[in-house]
């Protein structure tokens, strides 16, 4: 079994090729208007992404993500922040995945229950909003 990311929402798959596929806009801005694709690697911690060469991205901006299927927010409800999706591992095992909607920022959460698993030099930044155990 491979690993799998989905919509925490409508379920919907989000890996396609070796790529995490969701949607963004800038924070404040519409997703039908000024939205883009982007592409995620699904290694956790590998924080490579790709989008169109007309998209500027700009570092140290909020971003929104959306599932790219049902067009839900994906938010995180640990912090304003953070993005989450559903996670499943190579052994089938549930989990949340929490990663930064801030460009540039390097910070991923793998949850299950109270358990957590930090990835990325800025994950300590959040880690007293989770009220979880640091795993890693």
Known sequence: MNNTYSC???????????????????????????????LMYPEIGNYETKYHEKV??????????????CHHKLH???????????YNDQKGKAFEL??????????????????VETFGIDAPHYLDFMHLMDMS
């Open 8 to 38: 925490p929402n409508c379920k919907g798959f989000l890996l396609i090729e070796n790529r995490l596929i969701l949607t963004a806009c800038k924070e404040g801005e519409q997703l039908n208007e000024k939205g883009f694709v982007l």
């Open 76 to 86: 995180s409800d640990i912090n304003d922040n953070l993005v989450m999706v559903n």
């Open 98 to 115: 929490h990663f930064s909607r801030i460009a540039g920022q390097k910070s991923t959460y793998k949850i299950m229950g109270r358990s």
């Open 56 to 69: 500027e991205v700009t570092e140290g901006e909020k971003y929104q993500f959306y599932c790219p299927i």
